[in-house]
């Protein structure tokens, strides 16, 4: 009897286990739930109906749990029909033994359908902005997926539900003006609870404008009141400047110093934006990474640029360039690069450059650029160098730059013989020195050394001392006469200054030694300064500037030779030999000027030679092409204002020639002169026969016949255009200057 019952026992048990697995794996298939599930469904949403054939259940072991599954599951939504890959039910055992159907959670997938169809199904069990959301972003595509949607113990939805789709050749409206074509990707929707849901985007493929996208992911984490969107974008193809500014203005950047931009790479864009819920971005961080193939860049031109760079055309070029951007706004870019400049032919060769940028704080910026500069023409007017296109040259800059201006820390330039070094110099935003420690320079002018000095600064002591075996003293001289653009240096500049020269070149073969000077600069201009040097042992040039008053300043120069001061002069040409006396009073917006000459003569003067020849003279411009005009003095008596000379009044007297002029000079625009040009033999004979000189000062008409011309110069400095008038009496105004040019150099030869 033992044995049988246990035998008994052992059946039942295992009898039972088989059971247990069966229904558990294969399931039990039957029809006794349909009707009560199908009225639950309605119950859940009277808009949906639920239509299967047979449910199979299966017991769960794990959960406690049944599982219910339909078998040939649709859903019905307003005669909307879905057919569906799966739907099971949930269901705790207890269900079983209370007699309450109490569903824990749904799965529900789907096959592949229409986006737009799905979201019939949707509004079921997707929040309504979500769902919306959907219509209106997805432009067409299709989609296969599951859901897994929760309930809580009185039947409602519960809020931890999950979505699976693959979305498969989509378009997606980002905005009015961004979209996303043909895109198929991986889509997972986790709902922890109504203030936190997740959403990841595994893309495949697709195309945004006219990049290809590749293997990419977009995670959005809503939570509470933020939106935070994380992205890895793999991009490669073309764009433009009208697609980049889209983009650019979605992320919250703004072109603003762009004017044009086009390019191709093959890029990894990683971008986190957190955005507010009204959609503000209050956090933006975005990383780049790859390879730029081409790209062809034109910024806003950058005025104070040209000085330094004659064909600069604000064009730029790059091509197999590496490019890797951190969150941090960390730059590194390596490549070739090719600056276009304007109205010179451009051939296809590029240079190496390397760009590494740092943000150490606010809008500044620590920068290390290194790049060749072979094809680029250069200029450096305050050290009168200039580098033609087809000359080798290596930079290397290593700086902060901000909004306010430049701290290069250090400066490497390097131009076959011609080396400049720069040690802690700080520019302002238009490129003028503020202060420095120490500069080093060599540099070479038509294959001939012009510049070989040291520069020290002591920023404690506002004290500059340069000195070195040469020095081009060109710049120097043409800054003193300008009113506009007068400031060499930062208007944050002050130093005292001291410097001493081997030789000074001037720039016109009168090479000055033991060049020295003493100045005081002030707020960028020289506020006081003593300069002197020999051009021979007999032979001294001095010049001075004092200040009178806080608004006026003085300079006197006393040169033996007056070449190298009036080639700053552009109008006046062909000067040789002569002694120089000027003296300048400058205000900020006003020059006036005294200039004079003794003892020179001119030659190939081509305004002044057609004027001879319009005369009739044609004797005097044969001389002025040949062995030139003699002259005994020149006067002239000017103001400048911004670009324009005034010259009230100028006399040039000579043996052969006298004028007198007035008029003004637009410098590189127009000339504009007009006066009285007489033969001195004619006017000696007429100052000659004049009894009584106050009769002519007061306009008594004297002489017969015809004296002279009367002219005028106008056009552009290189197609001046002359027009002439004789004339049979020489104006009072000639002639009292005449009278006293004459008395004065009778005094003088007397003493």
């Known amino acids: 009897m033992g044995k049988f019952l246990l035998r008994f026992l052992s059946f039942v048990l295992v009898s039972v286990v088989f059971v247990l697995a069966y229904v558990s794996y294969f399931g039990v298939l039957t029809d006794k739930f349909d009707v009560l599930i199908k009225s639950k469904a309605n119950e859940v949403n009277q808009n949906v109906q639920l239509d299967f054939n047979k449910t199979k259940i299966h017991l769960n072991f794990k959960e406690l749990n049944l599982a219910v599954k339909l078998q040939n599951p649709k859903i019905i939504i307003k005669n909307n029909e879905i057919i569906l890959s799966k739907i099971d039910l949930f269901l705790p055992l207890k269900s079983f033994i209370t007699s309450d159907f109490l569903l824990q959670k749904a799965e529900i997938a789907f096959f592949e359908n229409d ?48 979505i699976k789709a693959k979305v498969i050749n989509a378009d997606i409206n980002i905005n009015n003006d961004l979209k996303i074509n043909n895109m198929s990707t991986d889509i997972k929707y986790f709902s922890k609870s109504d203030n936190d849901k997740k959403i990841n985007f595994l893309i495949n493929e697709g195309k945004i404008l006219n990049l290809d996208i590749q293997n990419s992911s977009i995670d959005i984490h809503l939570i509470n009141d933020k939106k935070i969107i994380k992205s890895k974008i793999k991009t490669k193809g073309k764009s433009n400047y009208s697609e980049i500014k889209i983009i650019s203005s979605l992320l919250g950047f703004k072109l603003n110093d762009i004017k044009n931009i086009e390019f191709t790479s093959d890029l990894e864009t990683s971008v986190k934006l957190v955005l507010s819920n009204k959609f503000k971005i209050s956090e933006k961080a975005i990383s780049v990474n790859g390879k730029i193939n081409s790209l062809n860049l034109e910024h806003k031109k950058i005025e104070s640029a040209k000085k330094h760079l004659p064909f600069y055309s604000s064009k730029i070029v790059l091509k197999n360039t590496e490019i890797a951007l951190g969150q941090a706004n960390d730059l590194q870019i390596s490549g070739l690069i090719k600056f276009k400049e ?70 490497s330039y390097l131009s076959g013989k011609t080396i400049i070094n720069i040690f802690l110099l700080r520019l302002n935003k238009k490129l003028q020195p503020k202060s420095f420690t120490e500069i080093q320079v060599k540099t070479f002018s038509n294959n001939s050394k012009n510049n070989d000095f040291k520069i020290k600064y002591n920023k404690e002591k506002k004290q500059t001392i340069i000195d070195g075996e040469l020095f081009d003293a060109e710049p120097l001289l043409k800054s003193l006469y300008k009113t506009k653009d007068r400031n060499t240096f930062s208007k944050d ?37 003593s300069l002197k040097g020999n051009f021979s042992a007999n032979e001294i040039i001095e010049m001075s500037i004092y200040q009178v008053d806080q608004n006026k300043k003085t300079l006197q120069v006393i040169s033996d030779r007056a070449r190298p001061f009036i080639k700053n002069f552009n109008f006046i040409k062909g000067f040789e030999e002569g002694k120089l006396e000027y003296e300048s009073t400058i205000t900020k917006e006003v020059t006036n000027s005294n200039l004079l000459i ?44 911004s670009n324009v000379m005034n010259i009230e009044d100028a006399l040039a007297m000579g043996p052969a020639v006298s004028i007198l002029l007035n008029g003004y000079v637009d410098k590189g625009k127009v000339v504009s002169l007009r006066g009285t040009l007489v033969p001195a033999t004619k006017l000696n004979a007429i100052i000659a026969s004049i009894p009584v000189v106050g009769e002519i000062l007061v306009g008594k008409k004297i002489g017969e016949g015809v004296v002279g011309v009367s002219f005028k110069m106008k056009g552009p400095p290189k197609n001046i255009k002359t027009t002439v008038n004789p004339i049979k009496t020489l104006t009072p105004r000639f002639i009292v200057r005449a009278v006293e040019k004459i008395k004065k150099k009778k005094k003088e030869e007397a003493k």
Do not use: C, W
């Not at 509004?123 to 809580?152: D, H, M, T, W, Y």
């Not at 000074?504 to 003493?518: E, P, R």
């Not at 092409?625 to 003095?633: H, M």
């Open 115 to 162: 986006i737009k169809d799905l979201t019939k199904i949707t509004n079921a069990f997707v929040p309504r902005i979500i769902n919306k959301q959907i219509k209106k972003k997805f432009l067409k595509g299709r989609i296969e997926g599951e859901f897994v949607i929760p309930f809580n113990s009185d039947g409602s939805i519960g809020a931890n539900y999950e």
């Open 342 to 411: 304007k109205n010179k032919d451009i051939d296809e060769s590029f240079e190496n450059f390397s760009f590494n940028s740092k943000k150490i704080s606010g809008d500044a910026f620590r920068i290390n650029a290194k790049v060749n500069l072979n094809d680029i023409t250069l200029n450096i007017p305050q050290l009168n160098y200039h580098k033609e296109s087809d000359h080798k040259a290596d930079l290397e800059i290593y700086a902060d730059v901000s909004k306010n201006g430049y701290k290069i820390y250090n400066t």
């Open 493 to 529: 500049f002050s130093t005292e200054l001291k410097v001493n020269f081997d030789k000074a070149i001037t720039g016109s073969n009168d090479d000055v030694s033991n060049f020295s000077m003493i100045a005081s600069i002030k707020e960028g201009t020289y506020n006081k300064l």
């Open 598 to 641: 003794t003892d020179f003569k001119v030659s190939k003067v081509p305004a002044l030679a057609q004027l001879l020849t319009l005369a009739s003279l044609q004797g005097i411009a044969d001389t002025l092409s040949g062995e030139g005009i003699r002259f005994d003095s020149f006067e002239m008596k000017s103001n400048s204002k």
